[in-house]
Protein backbone atom coordinates (compact mmCIF):
# COMPACT_ATOMS: atom_id res chain seq x y z
CA UNK A 1 0.00 0.00 0.00
CA UNK A 2 1.07 3.17 -0.66
CA UNK A 3 0.69 6.59 1.38
CA UNK A 4 -2.02 8.25 -0.97
CA UNK A 5 -4.00 5.04 -0.49
CA UNK A 6 -3.24 5.47 3.18
CA UNK A 7 -4.28 9.15 3.45
CA UNK A 8 -7.32 8.61 1.56
CA UNK A 9 -8.26 5.66 3.71
CA UNK A 10 -7.99 8.33 6.43
CA UNK A 11 -9.69 10.86 5.17
CA UNK A 12 -12.65 8.93 4.54
CA UNK A 13 -12.81 7.50 8.01
CA UNK A 14 -12.70 11.26 9.04
CA UNK A 15 -15.65 12.13 7.03
CA UNK A 16 -17.51 9.52 7.74
CA UNK A 17 -17.53 9.50 11.62
CA UNK A 18 -18.20 13.38 11.21
CA UNK A 19 -21.02 12.84 9.13
CA UNK A 20 -22.06 10.29 11.67
CA UNK A 21 -21.83 12.53 14.25
CA UNK A 22 -23.49 15.42 12.12
CA UNK A 23 -26.63 13.35 10.93
CA UNK A 24 -28.26 13.58 14.38
CA UNK A 25 -27.41 17.28 14.76
CA UNK A 26 -26.49 18.94 11.68
CA UNK A 27 -27.96 17.40 8.39
CA UNK A 28 -26.06 20.13 6.29
CA UNK A 29 -22.73 19.12 7.96
CA UNK A 30 -23.40 15.02 7.16
CA UNK A 31 -24.29 16.01 3.75
CA UNK A 32 -21.29 17.94 3.40
CA UNK A 33 -19.66 14.84 4.65
CA UNK A 34 -21.39 12.55 2.55
CA UNK A 35 -20.55 14.63 -0.41
CA UNK A 36 -16.84 14.88 0.35
CA UNK A 37 -16.55 11.17 0.99
CA UNK A 38 -18.37 10.51 -2.23
CA UNK A 39 -15.91 12.69 -4.23
CA UNK A 40 -12.90 10.95 -2.79
CA UNK A 41 -14.59 7.58 -3.86
CA UNK A 42 -15.09 9.16 -7.37
CA UNK A 43 -19.08 8.63 -7.33
CA UNK A 44 -21.29 11.59 -8.24
CA UNK A 45 -24.32 12.02 -5.93
CA UNK A 46 -26.80 14.06 -7.51
CA UNK A 47 -30.61 14.79 -6.41
CA UNK A 48 -32.07 13.68 -9.82
CA UNK A 49 -30.10 9.93 -8.68
CA UNK A 50 -31.74 6.77 -10.23
CA UNK A 51 -32.10 6.13 -6.55
CA UNK A 52 -35.09 8.52 -5.58
CA UNK A 53 -37.74 5.38 -4.75
CA UNK A 54 -35.74 4.79 -1.85
CA UNK A 55 -35.52 8.22 -0.71
CA UNK A 56 -39.42 8.57 0.08
CA UNK A 57 -38.67 6.03 2.79
CA UNK A 58 -36.03 8.44 4.54
CA UNK A 59 -38.91 11.31 4.34
CA UNK A 60 -41.59 8.60 6.05
CA UNK A 61 -42.44 6.93 2.96
CA UNK A 62 -42.64 2.78 2.70
CA UNK A 63 -39.54 0.99 1.84
CA UNK A 64 -39.36 0.18 -1.95
CA UNK A 65 -39.59 -3.56 -0.68
CA UNK A 66 -42.63 -2.92 1.11
CA UNK A 67 -44.57 -0.79 -1.56
CA UNK A 68 -43.62 -3.79 -3.75
CA UNK A 69 -45.48 -6.16 -1.00
CA UNK A 70 -48.58 -3.93 -0.56
CA UNK A 71 -49.38 -3.78 -3.95
CA UNK A 72 -48.62 -7.18 -4.92
CA UNK A 73 -51.09 -7.71 -1.80
CA UNK A 74 -54.03 -5.43 -3.11
CA UNK A 75 -53.64 -7.08 -6.64
CA UNK A 76 -54.48 -10.54 -5.43
CA UNK A 77 -57.10 -9.41 -3.25
CA UNK A 78 -58.69 -7.21 -5.38
CA UNK A 79 -61.93 -9.23 -5.78
CA UNK A 80 -62.49 -9.68 -1.83
CA UNK A 81 -62.69 -7.03 1.02
CA UNK A 82 -58.91 -5.54 1.98
CA UNK A 83 -58.54 -3.56 5.25
CA UNK A 84 -56.17 -1.37 6.12
CA UNK A 85 -55.25 -3.21 9.08
CA UNK A 86 -54.56 -6.47 6.88
CA UNK A 87 -52.47 -3.90 4.54
CA UNK A 88 -50.50 -2.62 7.58
CA UNK A 89 -49.95 -6.27 8.60
CA UNK A 90 -48.23 -7.21 5.29
CA UNK A 91 -45.85 -5.13 5.93
CA UNK A 92 -45.38 -4.82 9.98
CA UNK A 93 -46.14 -1.57 10.82
CA UNK A 94 -49.00 -0.37 12.97
CA UNK A 95 -52.02 0.73 11.02
CA UNK A 96 -51.47 4.46 11.77
CA UNK A 97 -48.25 4.67 10.55
CA UNK A 98 -48.84 2.43 7.84
CA UNK A 99 -51.24 4.88 6.38
CA UNK A 100 -48.98 7.83 6.80
CA UNK A 101 -46.27 5.98 4.93
CA UNK A 102 -48.83 4.80 1.61
CA UNK A 103 -49.78 8.39 1.59
CA UNK A 104 -45.95 9.34 1.19
CA UNK A 105 -45.19 6.54 -1.29
CA UNK A 106 -48.23 6.51 -3.82
CA UNK A 107 -49.63 9.78 -3.05
CA UNK A 108 -53.37 8.92 -1.94
CA UNK A 109 -55.08 6.83 0.84
CA UNK A 110 -55.14 2.64 0.73
CA UNK A 111 -58.77 2.94 -0.13
CA UNK A 112 -58.70 5.99 -3.40
CA UNK A 113 -55.36 3.47 -4.08
CA UNK A 114 -57.77 0.20 -3.94
CA UNK A 115 -60.35 1.93 -5.67
CA UNK A 116 -58.46 2.88 -8.32
CA UNK A 117 -56.83 -0.42 -8.88
CA UNK A 118 -60.36 -1.90 -8.81
CA UNK A 119 -61.68 0.65 -11.32
CA UNK A 120 -58.82 -0.27 -13.67
CA UNK A 121 -59.73 -4.17 -13.33
CA UNK A 122 -62.73 -3.38 -14.01
CA UNK A 123 -62.03 -1.59 -16.90
CA UNK A 124 -59.96 -4.34 -18.45
CA UNK A 125 -62.60 -6.91 -18.00
CA UNK A 126 -65.07 -5.15 -19.50
CA UNK A 127 -62.55 -4.83 -22.66
CA UNK A 128 -62.03 -8.52 -22.34
CA UNK A 129 -65.09 -9.78 -21.78
CA UNK A 130 -69.42 -9.22 -22.19
CA UNK A 131 -69.93 -10.24 -18.49
CA UNK A 132 -72.49 -8.48 -17.14
CA UNK A 133 -71.72 -4.96 -15.01
CA UNK A 134 -73.29 -7.06 -12.06
CA UNK A 135 -70.88 -9.56 -12.36
CA UNK A 136 -68.05 -7.47 -12.87
CA UNK A 137 -68.48 -5.44 -10.11
CA UNK A 138 -68.47 -8.75 -7.76
CA UNK A 139 -65.08 -9.55 -9.58
CA UNK A 140 -63.62 -6.19 -8.29
CA UNK A 141 -64.59 -6.72 -5.34
CA UNK A 142 -67.38 -4.07 -5.50
CA UNK A 143 -70.69 -4.63 -3.29
CA UNK A 144 -73.10 -4.88 -6.84
CA UNK A 145 -73.54 -3.01 -9.86
CA UNK A 146 -74.68 0.34 -8.38
CA UNK A 147 -71.08 0.30 -6.26
CA UNK A 148 -69.23 -0.02 -9.66
CA UNK A 149 -71.50 2.92 -11.41
CA UNK A 150 -70.57 5.54 -8.69
CA UNK A 151 -67.17 4.50 -8.47
CA UNK A 152 -66.47 4.42 -11.80
CA UNK A 153 -68.28 7.89 -12.61
CA UNK A 154 -66.51 9.41 -9.63
CA UNK A 155 -63.27 8.29 -11.53
CA UNK A 156 -63.81 7.90 -15.10
CA UNK A 157 -66.41 11.06 -14.92
CA UNK A 158 -68.62 8.60 -17.56
CA UNK A 159 -70.75 5.74 -16.43
CA UNK A 160 -69.48 1.86 -17.57
CA UNK A 161 -71.86 1.17 -20.02
CA UNK A 162 -71.01 4.47 -21.94
CA UNK A 163 -67.29 3.86 -21.77
CA UNK A 164 -68.27 0.20 -22.90
CA UNK A 165 -69.95 1.27 -25.86
CA UNK A 166 -66.63 3.10 -26.63
CA UNK A 167 -65.13 0.00 -27.80
CA UNK A 168 -67.32 -2.38 -29.54
CA UNK A 169 -67.06 -6.16 -29.29
CA UNK A 170 -67.67 -8.62 -31.74
CA UNK A 171 -66.35 -9.91 -34.51
CA UNK A 172 -64.23 -8.26 -37.06
CA UNK A 173 -64.21 -8.96 -41.10
CA UNK A 174 -60.96 -10.91 -40.73
CA UNK A 175 -62.36 -12.58 -37.72
CA UNK A 176 -60.59 -10.87 -34.53
CA UNK A 177 -62.12 -9.02 -32.18
CA UNK A 178 -62.37 -5.18 -32.68
CA UNK A 179 -61.74 -4.24 -28.91
CA UNK A 180 -58.20 -5.62 -29.70
CA UNK A 181 -57.54 -2.81 -32.23
CA UNK A 182 -59.08 -0.13 -30.18
CA UNK A 183 -57.96 -1.41 -27.15
CA UNK A 184 -55.73 1.62 -25.34
CA UNK A 185 -52.11 1.01 -24.77
CA UNK A 186 -50.97 0.12 -21.64
CA UNK A 187 -48.36 3.28 -21.51
CA UNK A 188 -50.51 5.91 -20.46
CA UNK A 189 -53.61 3.77 -19.85
CA UNK A 190 -54.70 6.20 -17.16
CA UNK A 191 -55.45 8.86 -19.75
CA UNK A 192 -56.66 5.98 -22.65
CA UNK A 193 -58.87 4.55 -20.85
CA UNK A 194 -60.81 8.16 -19.64
CA UNK A 195 -59.41 8.75 -16.40
CA UNK A 196 -61.00 12.15 -14.98
CA UNK A 197 -58.08 14.74 -14.17
CA UNK A 198 -58.12 14.74 -10.65
Known sequence: MNSTSIDNDDALARLLAS??????????AAKSCIQRV???LGIELSSESPGTV???C?????APWQAKHVSSYIEDKLD??????????????STSHFFRAFRQTFGESPLAYIMQRRIRRAQEM????????????????MCDQAHLCRVFRR????????WRRQFPVGP?????????RNKPSCNGMRASVGFKDE
Open 19 to 28: ATVALDTDRR
Open 38 to 40: AAL
Open 54 to 56: GRS
Open 58 to 62: MHGGL
Open 80 to 93: SSIRVTDLAGVVQL
Open 126 to 141: MLKSRLPLSQVALECG
Open 155 to 162: IVGINPNA
Open 172 to 180: DSDGSLARE
